[in-house]
């Protein structure tokens, strides 16, 4: 298992909440409350990947919320998260693959029928 971390620039910023996989104790975070587990759904190489992820650092309200709205004191926020997997899922592997190939054929596709079209301008 990785060791918690506060790099922030590598956190995945498109997730979904997620089970404990079998055989992996829940962890605390820094301030002590059990962390919720979150699967990554960003495209991206962490695809499919589960981590810890402190419950609080949701909680902090977004910054599009009405200031009138908006609770007077968040809670503290945490950012602590670690991450259960260590490689990426054999389906998530599959699915990179394939949006890579359909976008390679896709880029493929129309380059050709630029060509096309120029040359049957030039005719």
């Not at 949701?58 to 260590?86: G, Q």
């Not at 693959?97 to 359909?102: C, K, L």
Request: with cysteine.
């Amino acid at each position: 298992m990785s060791l918690p971390c506060s790099d922030q620039s590598i956190r995945p910023k498109k997730m979904k909440s997620a089970s404990l996989p079998r055989g992996v104790e829940a962890v605390r975070c820094w301030c002590g409350d059990l962390c919720k587990v979150n699967e990554v759904t960003d495209f991206s190489d962490w695809l499919g990947m589960k981590f810890f992820m402190c419950a609080n650092y949701e909680s902090h309200p977004p910054e599009s919320i009405s200031a009138y709205i908006r609770p007077p004191s968040p809670p503290p926020v945490c950012m602590y998260y670690r991450w259960i997997d260590t490689e990426t899922p054999d389906w998530a592997v599959t699915e990179i693959r394939e949006r890579g190939r359909r976008a390679w054929a896709s880029s493929d596709l129309e380059e050709h029928r630029e060509k096309a079209e120029a040359e049957e301008k030039a005719a």
